[in-house]
Structure formats: structure tokens, C-alpha cells
DNA sequence: ATGAAAGCGCTAACAG
DNA sequence: CTGTTAGCGCTTTCAT
């Protein structure tokens, strides 16, 4: 039979409250009572109803945790990060997986779990900041991971991608590239959190400010930044014989599936393309060659986005003006750039 | 201003009941009655209070998912079946995250989120038959994902371990490879769900049968299976001094692994060691050879764990006899068996 | 087809 | 330090 609160309190012959009290820890409550009651707890099994819980107080412990793509690899790590950062503060994780459209980012956004959930952080891709004005569930605290090129409606953090970018493509110039692509400019980049648009920025402005140019026949256009993209690009790449003598790619899988392409096709890597992306995924740590990369502090993205959740939750601080945090990030160069010497 | 069905109801000149009745899609409706209603919710933007909602039903909506480790890329692929498949029933999912200690997954099967979860789908990895036989949180559904060595207490769904691991060596035996490691035993892996322990002996049995000896020397054990421990079996069995002329990793993440030792050494594959894993991540579809692999129906497994779940949840239905689903696998041959060829 | 009212299990104000 | 009690917002008999 699955107990009450108020079944616990008449087999301990003490009254709810007090069974209320010895469940949330606090502190008024005689030792011998406590002792008492903790006993029929334990005897009985007794769970509390987190339903009843959360109506009553409003907070329900959860938060939500909304994602394009749970099987990529980047998203997959962050997720890791953000159940053991939202643990440490005593909240579950919800996952929502939107596949990036507008349709489902907004219904998120807009509170569809509402009052189930205490806050979400999300990584918007079609979101727009129309979208978030205007939202109707305006009292559930949101916190947006990756940069905004839009106003400043919500708290959100992020690295700085087009120092980040600067910093890969620094890297292949300070090896005597010069010849340097982009793979993973995508055509409407400019609107929602816009990583493409700004990770392209930053390869033009290293280009740029180190003598050369970013031509554009040397960038290439992706639907999703997935490895299969990743390896069509490179293709595209190779057959438009401007051969690129290194590859700046905006993220890991992109380059990993590069990687792939060069070594279908017989070219050495870094001898011939030298390749660098950004993420520092798992796999590039043992991909042959293993693969470089820009290395965002993940954990750090992940504390910050749900500290920044528990802030709106003490309760006046819920319409203090939204926050801008920005998480660090290292160069990690490895065989793909450095050779064999990298190890 | 939130509003409350009541407010609606006022708003529209109704009761709460009619209110009610309109949106949760009931029939005996007036339309114009069903019309005002709903012009009145879309206008307030009201949103129904799930806690509430779940404290009267009984029902929440959610149900959870347990893994060990969401950054391993065949848990990141499953959660994404998991999630489509819980949204065709209009479940979303909570996911927990145990790191396979037994102290967590018990917690999690008792019930820890209880009355906030409607079912738990759990891939268990220490949690033994004693534990579930025990659990006090009797009324909260599961199914488990993987085989059980142990007793029937449970819905469980699993591909046939042991038929995957022969198929793996017989795949290699096929290509005349007669001194075929395994890299994943695990020290304790005759408890829980034994996933190392079937696949040993899937190894051992596919050898046997096919007059060869399955020595003990070519068996590495590994603490998890990730790639790190991959690579460090693989460089053990090198330093050895028995080289084997064929791997079967008993997962893809192992094998990758193992790919980068190879490479390392200066070894060919699959020309000096032929390799091969089960899971069919998405890394080893673009891998340095690419990975030959036993690809399990992820889409299946995920489809019946949700399936199980929702008919343990008929009323009646709640103490059926325990059911074990098969799914499906397919043995995939690239690159790391086949040469470059396989393309 | 719609309304009135009870109560799901808990928390927190208020009393004592 | 402990007890009593009023709801949180919804669903669901039971009436009408």
C-alpha cells in the first residue's frame, strides 16, 4: 500500500506537519520525534508524492533541457554536463529534443511542460527574438546557450565564437597556410543564435588582419554539421580544384567527416590539408589523425547556464535585467595541424 | 496573469467541468459551446497545470530513461530513439544519468522520482535481480534494456547478445583470420546485465565451433567501454607478443579505440588486423577505416521498451507476467574487415 | 450537455 | 516544538 503523509503521521502518533518537517529536514523538531517518525518512514517506504509537492509549492525540481540533436556528439558531452551540474543543485534534468525546428523550439520556449518544469536552458537554432518577446509562458525562467546577434531578451551564455574562430584560423596561418577554407557557413546563418555567421566572421577577420584574403570560392555551405556534411563539403571542395592547402572547420563532426573525405582521396593530413574545428569532441581525441580543435570549457557552460536558471528562481530577482556570460575556451592542436610530432 | 481553468470558465460563462472537457478533447461538447471555450483559451494563452493535473490523474505525462552514460555515442543514438518514440506516445523523457553505480540505479528503479514519472525505461548495469526483486516502489512500471542473466522479474528487450558476438567472429573467421582477439571483458561481468560476459562467450562459442581454440591470452579485459580503454587494451595485446591477426571489440567505441593504437604501431588494417565492434555508431561510418560492426535495430529496441511500458500501464494489465522482447541486429562489413574494397 | 462539489497529497500560515 | 486547517488547480463522480 503506498503511505501518506497523513498515514506516517498517525502510525507515529504525531500530526502532518510534523511528518512535513522530519521530510524537509528542518530544523525545530524534538530528536526523539524525529527519531520516531524517521523510523516509520523507513519501515513503511514511504516516497512523498512529488505531484502534490510540486502543485503546493510551485517548484516541481525539474528543469528542462531542450537540444536539436541528442546524438551529436557535442550536445550529447554538453548534456553530461548539465545533468551533473543541475545534480549538484538538487534538480533532475528533462530533455527536449527540437531537431532545430522554429515550430518545436517555440512551443518549448513557450512553456509547453509548463509547471512541470522550474526553468529551461535551451540551444536555439530557428529561434528568433521576435519569438522570445513575445512568448506568452513569461514567467518561466530561460537561459539560452550560444551567442545572440539579437537583442538582449534572456540570459544566455556562450563562448566567444568569432575570437574562437580567429584562434583556429590563427593557428593554420602561424603553420605557413594560406590557402585556409571554411567549412560550415550556412545560408541563413544571420538570424537565430547564428554560430555559422560567426565563426565565418572570425576566419575572415584572421585572413584578413594576416594579409590575406577570404576568398569566398573557399567557403562552403552546410545543412547540418553533422560528418556526412562534413565529407560532402570537403568533397565539394577538392572537385572545384582551388585545393585548399588547410580546412577551418565550424565544428568537430564537420571536420571529422573532412578527414574522411581527404582520406578517401589520397591526401595527407596535415602534409597536404592541414584541419582544425571546434568543439573538442571525444571522437577527435582518437580519430586518425587525431583531430584539432578549440576546445569550449563545456563544464563551465553548463555550471554557469544553471546558476544563472537558479538566480531568476529567488524571487525578486525573477525581472532583473537579462545577463551575458561568456565561457572560456583553449586551443588543443593535435596530428591534424601538428603531425605525427603532436603526440 | 496565469490563468486558472476556473478562469476561463468565468470568462467564457461556463463551468470548470465544460472547460475541462474542451481541452482534453471529449466529445459531448455543444460546438458553439466548444467554440466559445476555446476562443477564450487561445486568446488568454492558458496553459493547463500540469502538476495539478498529474496529482488527480495520477499521471504525469513522463516517463524516465536511465543510462549510465549519456556521452557514450550508443546511449546518445538510443536516447534519441527513445525520445521519438515516447513523443509518438505522447510521453516526453526525463533522463537520468546513473554512471552505472548500483547505488544510483537502485535509487532511480525505487522510485526516486516518483508520482513525476509515469515509467522508467533503465539500462542497468550493476543493478542485480535481488535488487529489483526487492524494490519497494512496486507500482512504478519498467522495462530493461539489455539481457538479463538472471531471473524473469522484468520486462526487458534486448538483441541476442551472444548470437551478435558469433556473428562478429564468424564474419572474421570468414576473411581465414584464425588468432581473433576479444578486447571488453569485464572482471565481473557474470552479474547485472552481463552484456561482456554473453559477448565472451558468442566469441568463444563462434571459435569452438569452428575448430579453433578461444585463448584465454587473447582476451583483454577493459574497466568501461569507452575508447580510451580501447586503445589500451589494444597497445596491452601488442606488447604481448601474441599478435592477433583479427579483433572483435565487444562495442564500436572500443574499437575505434583500437583503430588508433593500430595506427599508431605503424599496423594495417585490415591487411595486418582486421577489426571489428558491435553498435553501429555514427563515428564508425566515418572513421580511418571505417568500422565494421554489428548493428543493432536501435529504432526497434527503443520502439518496444515505450510500447512495453504503455501497456503495463492498462489498468489491469500492471501484474502480467513479465515479458522479454527480441530485437533485431545485422552485421555491417566495412573498411577495418573488408578492405578498401567495401566502399 | 453542463454544473456543483469533493478531494488527489502536500506545504505553510496560524494557533497553541 | 507541534497541531489544525486552508488551499494549490485539476479531474471526476453525481446531479440536473
Redesign the interface.
Known sequence: M?MRLRDVAERAGVSVKTVSNVVNGYLHVAPDTRARVQAVIDET?Y??????R??RSGR?G?IALALP???M?YF??L??SV??AAQEQGW??????TDGLREREVLVA??I????IDGLIMSPVSLGAGDLAER??G?LPIVLLGERLDAQHVDHVAIDNIGAARSATQHLMSLGRTRIAAIGDQPHSAVGSGVAYLRRRGWAEALTDGGLVADPALVVDVATF???EG?AAMRQLLASGTQPDAVFCFNDTLA??A??TL??AGLRVPDDVAVIGIDDV??G????P?LSTIAPDKAQIARTAVQMLAQRLVPRAADAPPREARAGYVLVPRESTLGRAA?
Open positions: 503506498r517506504g516516497l512523498p508524492n512529488l505531484s502534490a510540486s502543485l516541481s525539474v540533436e541528442l546524438d556528439p550529447a558531452e548534456t553530461r545533468v551533473e533532475t534534468v528533462l530533455v527536449d529534443q513557450e512553456g511542460r509548463h509547471n512541470l506568452s509562458g514567467d553533422r560528418r556526412q565529407a571529422l567527416g578527414l574522411r582520406a578517401e571525444e571522437d581525441r582518437y580519430s586518425v587525431t603526440g
